[in-house]
């Protein structure tokens, strides 16, 4: 394929915008798969994913399309995740893309993840079509959204396309618009390989199977290849796309997208974010590469009956090789006995590895309470980082602690504000902006202790604001904090599983409410 005929683009929107149902309406457009071996969001193929009705693993999908005119392109495209827990999946899917449709639920509006993905999208420089979806709704406003678009992203709303996803509506416009708007891939056949490996997963079958997006240069099966990062060489032994059924091709060319494999037998010899090159014939350039993806949330997992250690470590052993964002390190308490101090990207990633460990491997589990780090400053100038409260004891000459910050996004009906400020003011948030998007949407940005957001604040937010409000967090900085560790007594004796750290001002409530 030529590759003026190339478009790669991923889809991105606020969680529940309808991603995935309109994937699965491009894929059927382009006959990817047939009506008989279709079901609703095809690509969420984890059980999980289809019980909860979300995607938590971005797809890369390989689609022939031939428009009206009789003119074939090849579309790569990449349904995202919407949940900010996942938002590092949409950040590596984007380096691959040279436009994304940007979904907008006709009935909701623009929503703390529409902005913060497209502020994503915007960073890589990638072309935008907004998509308006869901217009079958009664309830839809798409002037509205329109205008949202225009004043509150900045983006000419003129070229949206209206869509309902689920009725199959404004699907050929959706494709007519890829074609014409995102540019083909630019990159050159002959200079040597540089490929960007965007994602990874290990097969049982097949060992690891990496994702690329060839920039320059071509790659075969059977060449020798080098992982500019980790420094490991192997041989090409396949490549492919999926379309979405698994579809082997000698070559990926430049500008395309494809899997490989290449006999790695783990997931940790890949880094996601590194160049591929020839081995006899390497670029001299790397690619900038990713930041890493760091575990945010902790929580100690102990298997309910001590037998049951060794099927925890190996099921969590399992588990990592398809997430290299789960960390865990065995840990023992008084109380609980043996077990795994855990690593999670937020909430929802730790109550679905929690579910897995449960259904997948059979294991029983008791939980600690989830965490944050902590930076721990000592007099004599160390700092020591502390994931499980627990450990504070064990470090003496405390001089201060430091704990991390987000800067969280709140987007909400106007009639909401007091309200959210009090939330906020509650969980010690400093607020930093005041915005109104339209004149009845206020667009709200706080400092706050992840601390503070971690375990129930959206809940809340959501319950407070009738479901209106929406919510969107980055990590920012550690700050000091006047933090002090409080300890459950059960008959005198300190139930270490059960210690937490807390803000000197909330210990007292905290211990009340416990
Ligand atoms: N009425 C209507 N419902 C839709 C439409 N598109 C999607 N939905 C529904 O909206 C819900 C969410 O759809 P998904 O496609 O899973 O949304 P998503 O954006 O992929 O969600 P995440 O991946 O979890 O962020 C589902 O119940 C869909 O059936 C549409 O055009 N009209
Ligand atoms: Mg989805």
């Known amino acids: 394929m030529k590759q003026n005929q190339l478009r790669n683009f991923s889809i991105i929107a606020h969680i529940d915008h309808g991603k995935s149902t309109l994937a699965d309406k491009l894929i059927l457009a382009t006959g990817g798969l047939q009506k008989r071996e279709m079901k609703e969001q095809v690509l969420d193929n984890m059980d999980l994913e289809r019980e909860r009705g979300i995607t938590i693993k971005a797809q ?71 998509v308006i979806n869901k217009i079958d709704l009664p309830s839809a406003d798409p002037e509205n959204v329109k205008q949202q678009l225009e004043d509150i ?16 509506i404004g699907i050929e416009e959706v494709m007519d618009a890829v074609v014409a708007h995102i540019p083909p891939p630019s990159g050159d056949h002959d200079s040597p390989l540089k490929c960007l490996l965007f994602d990874a997963w290990y097969d049982s079958y097949r060992g690891v199977i990496v994702l690329v997006k060839v920039r320059d240069g071509t790659l075969q099966v059977g060449d020798e290849i080098v992982m500019m990062a980790t420094g490991n060489s192997f041989v090409v032994e396949e490549l492919g796309v ?12 430049a500008g395309e997208v494809g899997y490989m494999v290449a006999n790695i037998k783990q997931l940790d010899q890949t880094k996601i974010g590194d160049t591929v090159t020839h081995l006899h014939r390497p670029t001299t350039e790397a690619l900038p590469g990713y930041k890493e993806v760091k575990p945010m949330v902790f929580s100690g997992l102990y298997p309910i009956s001590g037998d049951q250690y060794e099927l925890l470590r190996d099921a969590l ?33 730790m ?25 721990i400053f000592t007099t004599d100038g160390q ?41 906020t003011r509650d969980r010690r948030g400093h607020q930093i902006k005041m915005e109104y998007l339209t004149p009845s949407t206020v667009l709200l940005q706080y400092d706050l202790p992840f601390n503070e957001i971690v375990l129930d604040f959206y809940d809340k937010l959501k319950s407070l604001t009738k479901g209106y409000a929406s919510f969107d967090y980055e990590f920012i900085d550690f700050r000091a904090s006047n933090l002090v560790k409080l300890d459950v007594l059960l008959n005198g004796d300190v139930v270490d599983a059960l210690s937490m750290i807390v803000h000197k001002d909330k210990v007292y409530i905290k211990a009340a409410t416990w």
């Not at 949940?83 to 929503?111: K, M, N, P, W």
Request: proline share 4%; glycine share 6%.
């Open 242 to 253: 999926f379309t979405p059924v698994q579809q082997q091709k000698e070559i990926l060319g």
């Open 153 to 168: 992203c900045q983006i000419e709303a003129d070229g949206a396309v209206l869509v309902s996803a689920k009725e199959g």
């Open 317 to 349: 052993k399992k588990l990592r090789l398809n997430d290299a964002s789960i960390s865990y390190e065995a840990e023992t308490s008084t109380a609980l006995g043996f077990g795994f101090r855990c690593g999670f990207l937020g909430l929802l990633h």
């Open 60 to 130: 890369t999908v390989c689609l022939n399309y031939k428009n009206a005119k009789g003119e074939k392109y090849t579309f790569n495209m990449i349904d995202t995740p919407g949940h900010v827990d996942f938002t590092y999946e949409v950040s590596r899917s984007l380096a691959a893309c040279e436009g994304v449709l940007l979904v907008v639920d006709a009935t909701q509006g623009i929503q703390a993840q529409t902005l913060a993905n497209l502020n994503l999208a915007m960073q890589h420089n990638l072309h935008i079509i907004p």
């Open 383 to 423: 700092v020591v980082q502390i994931d499980n409260p627990a450990k504070l004891n064990e470090i003496k000459n405390i001089d201060h602690l430091e704990e991390p910050y987000v800067v969280g996004t709140i987007i909400s009906p106007e009639e909401f504000i007091g309200t959210i400020m009090a939330l």
């Open 351 to 375: 109550e679905i590895i929690r579910e897995r460990l449960t259904r997948e491997y059979n294991v029983d589990l008791l939980t600690t309470a989830p965490t944050v780090v902590y930076n």
